[in-house]
T-cell receptor, first 113, second 112 residues
Framework: GESVGLHLPTLSVQEGDNSIINCAYS??????FIWYKQESGKGPQFIID?????DKRQGQRVTVLLNKTVKHLSLQIAATQPGDSAVYFC????????????FGSGTRLSIRP | DTAVSQTPKYLVTQMGNDKSIKCEQN?????MYWYKQDSKKFLKIMFS???????INETVPNRFSPKSPDKAHLNLHINSLELGDSAVYFC???????????FGPGTRLLVL
């Protein structure tokens, strides 16, 4: 399934399927991008990052894709598990703004058993 | 071991009161932050300190005053609390500005 991270939409995915969470970032000058996972009652937790000189980066079960042409970032989660249920945020860093990271509005990922 | 810790976890108080939230990080990071997360989960930076020096101060009411006694601590004092201050406040730290940030567990503030 896919979703765009605006106004906290919910993405519902069958357990075992792949999840794709999308994010449109705002500043073409941003050169560092991060995905965070926030579980209920907890603080955001770093998942994976990517710099603007790359277009793909893989971690354990997660892949981040960056398309600078259209200012688009996506997080792919393979074989989604119940523990993946959380709100996912993309964030961009604009070095011209004294290292201020700007967070997107988040996407809630819900897993169906 | 807790990397970034905040106290208290919950804070319920009356309008007009003054309250403080404390944050400590044991990661040896130089930069610390305060964020506010509203009921719609939107995360917005409030302040950033690098080695005890203020480097980011967003358009936050001057009722909010951060204090960094040393680079491992960044406390947030709020005067004359208002209903709209109700939110979850997160402290975070990074090795340097612009690097990956590590977040605390949050302080849930409810102003009645």
């Amino acid at each position: 399934g896919e979703s765009v991270g605006l106004h906290l939409p919910t993405l519902s995915v069958q357990e075992g399927d792949n999840s794709i969470i999308n994010c449109a970032y705002s500043n073409s000058a941003s050169d560092y991008f991060i995905w965070y996972k926030q579980e209920s009652g907890k603080g955001p937790q770093f998942i994976i990052d990517i710099r603007s000189n790359m277009d793909k980066r893989q971690g354990q079960r997660v892949t981040v894709l960056l398309n600078k042409t259209v200012k688009h970032l996506s997080l792919q989660i393979a074989a989604t598990q119940p523990g993946d249920s959380a709100v996912y945020f993309c964030a961009e860093n604009t070095y011209s703004s004294a290292s201020k990271i700007i967070f997107g509005s988040g996407t809630r990922l819900s897993i169906r058993p | 071991d807790t990397a970034v810790s905040q106290t208290p976890k919950y804070l319920v108080t009356q309008m007009g009161n003054d309250k403080s939230i404390k944050c400590e990080q044991n990661l040896g990071h130089d930069t610390m932050y305060w964020y506010k997360q509203d009921s719609k989960k939107f995360l917005k930076i409030m302040f950033s300190y690098n080695n005890k020096e203020l480097i980011i101060n967003e358009t936050v009411p001057n009722r909010f005053s951060p204090k960094s006694p040393d680079k491992a601590h960044l406390n947030l004092h709020i005067n004359s609390l208002e209903l709209g201050d109700s939110a979850v406040y997160f402290c975070a730290s990074s090795l340097q500005g612009g690097e990956t940030q590590y977040f605390g567990p949050g302080t849930r503030l409810l102003v009645l």
